[in-house]
C-alpha cells in the first residue's frame, strides 16, 4: 500500500512539471515570460521572437533568419495576446531580422489572427514595407477546414442504388447505340457525320494491326488444348480426335471469346482513354456546339470498326487455333497431316461457323459500345483517363464472358 | 535603324542575376531566335516581349530547362545552367519557381496537394507546417477557400492563381512567368500585378514575365527585352515604357502603341 501511494504522488508530480513546461496553460503573461527564456536560448541565426509589455504598447522583437525550407519557424502560441490591454496596439521591431520568405509571413498571419482573436490592434506599419504589403494580401479568418464526407454503411441502399444505377448505364449505352446505328444508316445514304478517314483508321487499329496478337494468342490456345485432350485421347488410341476436340472449341467458343477479350483490353481500353481525353479538352464539348452529333462522329467509327472486325478476327483466329493444335499432334502423336484435316472437316458442320459468327459480331458491338460510353462518361483529369480505360477494360472483359454465358444457354435451348 | 534608340541606357548598378549570351534556340534545322543576349538584375522585372509566335515562350522554355540551346551560354549567377550535368542542372533548378501558361497543376491532386507536393519531395518540413504555407501560399494569391478543390472545378484564371501559389511553393528566388495575365479580368490582373511587384519586393526575388499584357507591363516590369519573329532575334532592351517612349524601331513602336503596321502586315498585338 504505501509503494502504491509513494507512484501515485511521483506520477502526479511528473504531470505537474509536465503542465508547468507548457506555457499555453498558464496565464498569458506568465506564458510570455517563460517563451522569452526558451527563445532565447536558440542558435545563433534562427528564427526568434520576443513579446515585450510596454508602457502603452506590447512590442514584438523579430530576429534572427526566417527562412520557411529551414523549418526551424516557431509558432505563435493562440493565447499568448491574452493579457494585452484592450485598445493597445501590438508593434514591431525588427531592426536585428535578417533574411526572410514566408516563413515570418506565416508566423505574422498567426500573430495577426490571434490578435483578431484577442481584440487587440496590431500595428503592420512598423513592419518592413514589402511584409506588411503581403500580410495585407491575406484574409483575416482562417478558413473552415472542410468536414470528411459522412460515411454510412448501408448496404441495401448501396445494393439498390448500383442496381438502378446498372439499368441506367444499360439504357444508356442502348441509347447511345440507337443513336449510333441512325447514324449509321444516314451515312448509307450520304447524310451521315461519319468521316470515312476516321473509319479506315479506326479498322486499322482494331485490324490488321491486331493481327499479330491475336494469332499468338489463338496458336496458343489451340496448343494448349491439343496438350490437354491428347493425354487422355491417347490412352483410348483416339489421337486423332484431338483433331475434332480442337476445332469445335476453337469454333464453338474459344477463338470468340479469346479475341473478344484481346479486343477489350486492347482497342476498348484505348477508345475509352481516347474519348476521357477528349472530354478533358473540352473537345467533346467543341463538338457538341457545333452539332456535330458525337455518336455518329465518335462512336460510330469505333463501333463498327470493331464489330466489323471481330468476326474475321475470329474467323483468323480459329486458322490459327487449328493450326497451333496440328502442330502440337504433329510432333507429339501419331497423326498424320492429311489424317488431321480430314477430321477437322469431319468435325465441323458449317452452322458452328454461324454461330461463332454472330457472337463475335456482338461482342465486337458491346465492346465498342460500352468503352465509348465509359470515355465519355469520364471526369476531367489525368487520373480519370486512367480509371476509364480500366474500367473499359474489366467491363469489357467480364461483360464478354458473360454474354458468352447467355450465348451457350441459348445454343443449348435451341440445339445447335 | 539606329542602334541607340533600340537599347536602354542602363543606370541600373544592382548585381546580375541572370546572364544569356548569344542564345540560339532551334527545332531541328528550324531557327527559333538567333543570338539573343541579355543580363536580368537581381530583384528586377523584366519582360520579354514580342508577337505572337516569336519565340517568346521558347526562350522561356530554355531558360527554364526543357529545351537546350543549340548555342550561347546562360548563366545564373555564375552557374553556367547547360554546361552542368543533370544534377547540377536540378540543382540550378530548384531556385526556379514557373508558372506556366494554362496553370499545368496536376489534375488528380486538390489545390493544396498541388502546392504542398513540392514542399514534401524537397523539404524535411512536418506535416502542419507544410498545410500552415500552403495555406499561406494559397492566401496570397486569394486561393484559400479553394484548397480542398480539384483544377478541373477550377475557372481559368482560379488555375493560373493557384499555379502561382505552386510556383511560390520553394520560396524561389528566380520566378518565371509565362502570360501571367491572359485570360484574367482587369481586376485579378491588377490584383495578380501587385502581388508580382509584393513578392519581388517582399522577398527579393528575381521575375521573368513572357507576356502581351501592355498595361500590366508598363505598370510592373522595369526592363525586358523585344524580340521579332521575322529578324528573328532581340531587336530592341529596355523596360517596355522606355521601349514605348523611345524607341525608334518601327516593330517596336507599333507594338507599344497597339497600332498596325504601315508596310509588313503583321503586327503582333495578339
Given amino acids: 500500500m504505501p509503494a502504491m501511494r509513494m507512484r501515485d504522488a511521483v506520477m502526479q ?55 520557411a525550407q529551414e523549418g526551424r519557424t516557431p509558432a505563435f502560441p493562440t493565447d499568448a495576446l491574452k493579457d494585452v490591454p484592450h485598445g493597445e496596439p501590438v508593434e514591431f521591431s525588427t531592426d536585428q531580422l535578417g533574411k526572410w520568405d514566408t516563413s515570418l509571413i506565416s ?19 512598423t513592419l518592413p514595407e514589402s511584409a506588411h504589403k503581403l500580410l495585407d494580401l491575406l484574409p483575416e479568418i482562417p478558413p473552415e477546414p472542410t468536414p470528411p464526407p459522412p460515411h454510412h454503411f448501408a448496404p441495401v441502399a448501396a445494393v439498390g442504388q448500383f442496381t438502378l444505377d446498372t439499368l441506367n448505364e444499360v439504357g444508356c449505352v442502348s441509347e447511345m447505340g440507337t443513336a449510333a446505328a441512325k447514324g449509321g444508316l444516314a451515312s448509307l445514304v450520304g447524310r451521315g457525320m461519319m468521316r470515312t478517314v476516321d473509319l479506315m483508321s479506326d479498322l486499322n487499329a482494331a ?41 469445335i472449341a ?65 474467323l483468323y483466329g480459329c486458322l490459327i487455333g487449328m493450326l497451333g493444335g496440328f502442330f502440337v499432334s504433329y510432333i507429339m502423336l501419331d497423326v498424320s497431316p492429311l489424317g488431321y484435316f480430314h477430321e477437322t472437316i469431319q468435325a465441323l458442320p458449317l452452322d458452328q461457323f454461324t454461330f461463332g459468327f454472330i457472337k463475335s459480331f456482338v461482342f465486337g458491338t458491346f465492346v465498342g459500345l460500352t468503352s465509348c460510353r465509359i470515355g465519355l462518361k469520364a471526369g476531367r483529369s489525368a487520373a480519370d483517363v486512367g480509371i476509364a480505360a480500366t474500367k473499359a477494360v474489366v467491363v469489357g472483359i467480364v461483360g464478354v464472358i458473360a454474354l458468352d454465358a447467355i450465348f451457350a444457354v441459348i445454343a443449348n435451348v435451341i440445339g445447335i | 535603324m539606329n542602334e541607340t534608340n533600340t537599347q536602354m541606357p542602363s543606370t541600373d548598378d544592382r548585381p ?89 497543376l496536376w489534375s488528380s491532386m486538390t489545390v493544396g496537394e498541388n502546392v504542398a507536393l513540392p514542399m514534401q519531395m524537397f523539404t524535411k518540413l512536418e ?39 505552386r510556383a511560390m511553393s520553394l520560396d524561389p528566388d528566380i520566378l ?48 525586358g527585352i523585344f524580340l521579332d519573329a521575322e529578324q528573328k532575334t532581340a531587336i530592341a532592351h529596355g523596360s517596355p ?20 503596321l504601315d508596310s509588313s502586315g503583321s503586327a503582333g498585338n495578339g
Avoid at chain 1, 542558435?43 to 504598447?57: F, S, T
Avoid at chain 2, 515604357?241 to 498596325?260: N, S
Wanted: some cysteine; glycine content about 8%.
Fill in chain 2, 16 to 104: 546580375v542575376m541572370i546572364s544569356v549570351d548569344d542564345v540560339t534556340l532551334a527545332f531541328g534545322s528550324k531557327v527559333i531566335q538567333h543570338d539573343v543576349s541579355f543580363r536580368v538584375k537581381r530583384g528586377s522585372i523584366f519582360a520579354v516581349m514580342g508577337g505572337s509566335g516569336c519565340g517568346k515562350s521558347t526562350l522561356l522554355k530554355s531558360m527554364i530547362g526543357l529545351l537546350r540551346p543549340t548555342h550561347g551560354t546562360y548563366l545564373v549567377e555564375k552557374d553556367n545552367y547547360w554546361a552542368g550535368d543533370d544534377a547540377s542542372r536540378v540543382r540550378i533548378g530548384r531556385r526556379f519557381g514557373v508558372l506556366f501558361q494554362s496553370g499545368a
Fill in chain 1, 250 to 314: 476453337m469454333v464453338r467458343e474459344m477463338s470468340a471469346v479469346m479475341t473478344a477479350i484481346i479486343m477489350a483490353g486492347r482497342t476498348g481500353g484505348a477508345y475509352a482513354a481516347r474519348i476521357s481525353t477528349m472530354q478533358a479538352n473540352e473537345e467533346i464539348d467543341a463538338l457538341q456546339v457545333f452539332g456535330i452529333p458525337v455518336s455518329s462522329y465518335l462512336i460510330l467509327p469505333s463501333v463498327l470498326a470493331l464489330a466489323f472486325t471481330m468476326p474475321l478476327l475470329y
Fill in chain 1, 107 to 125: 508566423f505574422l498571419w498567426e500573430l495577426k489572427r490571434s490578435a483578431r482573436e484577442a481584440h487587440v490592434n496590431v500595428d503592420t506599419n
Fill in chain 2, 127 to 165: 506535416p502542419d507546417v507544410i498545410r500552415q504555407l500552403v495555406e499561406l501560399k494559397l492566401g496570397l494569391v486569394g486561393m484559400l477557400h479553394a484548397i480542398d478543390q480539384y483544377p478541373s472545378e477550377l475557372s481559368g484564371g482560379m488555375r493560373k492563381r493557384a499555379g502561382l501559389a
Fill in chain 1, 13 to 67: 508530480d511528473g504531470r505537474g512539471l509536465f503542465c508547468a513546461c507548457r506555457p499555453r496553460n498558464r496565464a498569458g503573461k506568465v506564458a510570455a515570460l517563460r517563451l522569452e527564456r526558451l527563445v532565447n536560448t536558440s542558435v545563433n541565426g534562427a528564427p526568434q521572437w520576443h513579446l515585450q509589455p510596454e508602457a502603452n504598447r506590447t512590442l514584438v522583437t523579430l530576429s534572427g533568419d526566417w527562412i
Fill in chain 1, 207 to 247: 485490324g490488321p494491326a491486331a493481327l499479330l496478337i491475336v494469332g499468338v494468342v489463338n496458336f496458343l490456345v489451340g496448343a494448349i488444348l491439343a496438350f490437354v485432350g491428347s493425354v487422355e485421347l491417347h490412352k483410348f488410341a483416339a489421337d486423332i480426335y484431338v483433331a475434332s476436340l480442337v476445332a
Fill in chain 2, 241 to 260: 515604357t522606355w521601349l514605348r517612349d523611345h524607341c525608334t524601331d518601327p516593330m517596336v513602336h507599333a507594338f507599344m502603341h497597339r497600332e498596325q
Fill in chain 2, 176 to 223: 518565371f512567368f509565362d502570360e501571367p495575365s491572359a485570360g484574367l479580368d482587369p481586376i485579378t490582373s491588377a490584383r495578380l500585378d501587385e502581388l508580382i511587384l509584393n513578392l519581388r519586393d517582399g522577398l527579393g526575388a528575381t521575375i521573368i514575365i513572357v507576356s502581351h499584357e501592355l498595361s500590366s507591363l508598363f505598370h510592373i516590369a522595369d526592363d
